[in-house]
């Protein structure tokens, strides 16, 4: 969602005139796009902070933006730690706003306003991170209120992008040549637009259903979605992969534990046994859909035989991949209020030995794969001469061996060899 963010503010200050610099050294503005998901990714804001006000030359405009914006506002202004401007999560439409005022010399600039009515979701195309695979934003905000979780604070309410809208980016990515959409939102399957318009011909008993079949529709040749929360996943989504091809095979669903009671002290609204149901619902579908997760270790309360269960879960679940997170307490949270008691030794140890089990179901994933032809996205190269690096429609990194002449395009390869969390291949 941060790239996203960061891609749209490139593609507004590019129309107003702004380009990129190569390095801060050589910039006269420096945004620093923040996360407060974790203690570490907001922490990283005031480090780098630092770093800009020790970089020599004439002093730049500095302006922070995202999550961290949001939830301090003015307080970035305190310490002198040489902010200039404040743009909340949903203000960033007007960047240019508070870089033109900082250059008419206003200071401590806040904008904590909510988004426009007519604001343009779609960046332009030499702002976004890849020529060929393309974000495109469905719902923003979340309403579930996850007791460790401070995303509902910094995003704000659940709000839905309207369904014809979004074909509409989608059909114009696909003109500009980009293979591969990915439908995000912090809960993209939690979609209600505010009027069905655009997706009145589409079956499915959910409205994010009727999206993702709909997408599909425009004929761009892979979609992908990410996140989907567990509550909020029904049959549906899995049928409408199953029919549409160009639906790939991959579903993140965050489980965050597998421990019955830290769920409930978590709020997820789901319980260890209607996990698996879905999980294996998925796992039924003749399409061969990856998984992919996250989990929190270390949560206030979680016990040894607690986490053990999640190590149970996480085998049963044969997860593709994990981001498995240290519970870090936010401040504001209804969690923050419980003792933060599992310590640093026994969160740090949870990690390592989670990890231990995903790099074995991995490669035993990858085990599966070898010999096997997966269609790779040539998205770029891969770093080593003659090699190109792609995505498969289940999510895996692959290298191949390639020209730039197949940039940009879906190739078949066939597995040859498996390393860490990358597979290798030869185009077929
Ligand atoms: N909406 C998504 C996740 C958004 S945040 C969902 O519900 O699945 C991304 C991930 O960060 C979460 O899934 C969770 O695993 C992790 N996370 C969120 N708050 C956290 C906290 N306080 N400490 C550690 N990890 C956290
Ligand atoms: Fe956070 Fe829960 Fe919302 Fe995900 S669903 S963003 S974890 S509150």
Redesign the pocket.
Known sequence: MNVSDSERVASQLERLGYSIADSEETADVVLLNTCS??EKAEQKLYTRAGQLKRVEGPRKIVGVMGCVAQLEGNNLFKQDRGIDFVIGTKAVGRVGDAIAAAVEGEKRILDLGEREEDYDWLPIKSQRHSPYVAFVPIIEG?N?F?T????PFSRGREKSLEASEIIRHVLELRREGVKEVHLIG??VNSYRPKSESGLEAFKGTTPFSRLLRAVAATGIERVKFT?S?PRDYHADITDAINEHENLCNWVHL?V?SGSDSVLRAMKRGHTVESYKKKVDSIRSSPRNISLST???VGFPGETEKDFMETCDLFEYCEYDSA?I??????PGTPAAELEDDVSTDQKKHRFLELEKIQRKMLQRSFERKKGSVLRVLAEKPSGREGQLSGHSPCQTVVNFEGDEEHLGTIVDVVVTEAKRNTLFGEIR
């Open positions: 998901v974790r979340c579930k996850c460790y979780c401070i995303v912090q809960n996140t929360f965050p965050q996250d989990i929190i981001y997170f240290k519970y870090s307490p936010r």
